[in-house]
């Protein structure tokens, strides 16, 4: 016993010994960087803390602090360059939180240099507008299938922080989306954190930031219905500059007030209703009557990715409106055959990367990194598309 013990604790020095040599052979690397704020006279950047997170394989291993100096600066010193670790910053500042990208020493590098910018917090949200909105419905098993895109600007340079009291999620209230009905199944895509959510009997509320530029925002969820006609209902809580409903179905119409028909869309061998409103001001009850609704129907539901692609295909995406500022037109679109099958295949390979994920076989480093690939390719393949179909 005594000579089992013994070689215990030599077998466990000698492994001290090893991971103690191995730690100081190991190169180790610095980050470097500099907070700045954004906000034209801003307030200092000083003395704020920040927090590096270290990564293995995805996973959250340790965890660092720093302040800022007089002049915004900071430094992370004695972080492993090995190639499977990454890191992540993060701060708030005046209430709202910000995110580093994810950050690698390549092999050979000790040394990186960052610059992250933070802006000075507001209440107001006279700044706020959405640019585009986009509702896709597709017929399921007594359900409509409803995905719903937002691309929100915020053309001030102050980060809008919401108003109110603080709420569980130790946030202000920021966005509200309400939505009309009975709904099942409500899911949560790009653009939210299931942290800082807050649902309620009338759709949900968001509590995350709206930081000077754009935040594009999707989610999806189930409604049912009887009958041949529905009435979606639409509540406008902020300027709307152009609205595109788009209902899959042969035979299916849109009718409203403020809606204009764009005639049919086809993708993927499906038809699509398409109308579109704009120039919609806060407070706005847009209401779609949808005619033609089959009875019942065992009709596929469009996932969620599915419903993106449309999206970025219907009103030209966010890319002319960052570009030009102006109204964008709506026009039918038209794809060649191999550009879809490719984007197919995209969305499908978007969507198993997704589940992989939430199933936990896939590390979070390598799902962000695939998912950003991948997710470029996409609107580069949809940009082409675009910039190739005839217009008639």
């Keep these: 016993m ?8 030599t077998a466990l020095m000698i492994s001290g010994l090893l991971i103690s040599a191995y730690a100081v052979g190991a190169e180790t690397g610095t980050v470097n960087g500099q907070l700045v704020n954004g906000t034209a006279g801003g307030k200092s950047v000083a003395d704020v803390e920040l927090e590096l997170k270290t990564l293995v394989n995805g996973q959250e291993v340790a965890s660092a602090t720093a302040k800022t100096g007089s002049d ?7 972080l492993s360059t090995d190639a499977k670790n990454t890191y992540q910053m993060t701060l ?6 910000y995110v580093s990208d994810y950050l690698a020493f390549d092999e050979g590098e000790t040394a990186m240099t960052i610059e992250l910018t933070v802006y000075d917090s507001t209440n107001s949200l006279e700044a706020i507008r959405v640019a585009q909105a986009h509702t896709i419905i597709s017929v399921g098993q007594g359900m409509l299938e409803v995905t719903e895109y937002f691309l929100f600007t915020n053309e001030s340079d102050r980060a809008y922080i919401g108003s109110g009291e603080i709420t569980s999620t130790g946030k202000r ?42 935040r594009e925002v999707i989610y999806a969820y189930r409604v049912p219905y009887s009958g041949q006609t529905f009435d979606f209902v639409k509540t406008v809580n902020y300027p709307l500059d152009q609205f595109n409903l788009l209902v899959q179905g042969n035979g299916i119409t849109i009718s409203g007030d403020k809606l204009t028909s764009q005639g049919p869309l086809s993708m993927g061998g499906a038809t699509y209703a398409y109308s579109v409103a704009e120039g919609l001001f806060p407070g706005t009850a847009l209401t779609a009557t949808l005619s033609g609704l089959p009875g019942s129907t065992s009709q596929k539901a469009v996932i969620i990715w599915v419903a993106g692609a449309l999206i970025l295909l219907t009103a030209g995406s966010a890319v002319v409106y960052r570009r030009s500022r102006t109204k964008p ?10 550009s879809e099958q490719r984007q197919e295949k995209l969305l ?3 969507a198993q990367l997704d589940d992989d994920f939430a199933a936990g076989r896939t590390p979070e480093a390598a799902y962000q990194k695939q998912r950003a690939m991948k997710k470029a390719q996409l609107v580069k393949l949809i940009a082409s598309s675009r910039g190739g179909s005839a217009r008639r």
Excluded: H, W
């Design 329 to 338: 037109q709506s026009q039918p679109v038209r794809i060649d055959n191999d």
């Design 92 to 97: 708030t500042y005046e209430e709202a939180e």
């Design 348 to 350: 499908l390979e978007l």
């Design 173 to 214: 209230r920021t966005l509200d989306f309400p939505i009309k009905g009975k709904i099942s199944d409500l899911q949560y895509g790009d653009g939210f954190m299931n942290c800082c959510v807050l649902p309620s009997q009338s759709g949900f509320a968001d509590t995350m930031p709206i930081l000077p530029g754009e």
């Design 2 to 9: 005594v000579k089992r013990f013994t070689m215990l604790i």
């Design 72 to 78: 915004g600066t900071f430094a992370f010193s004695n």
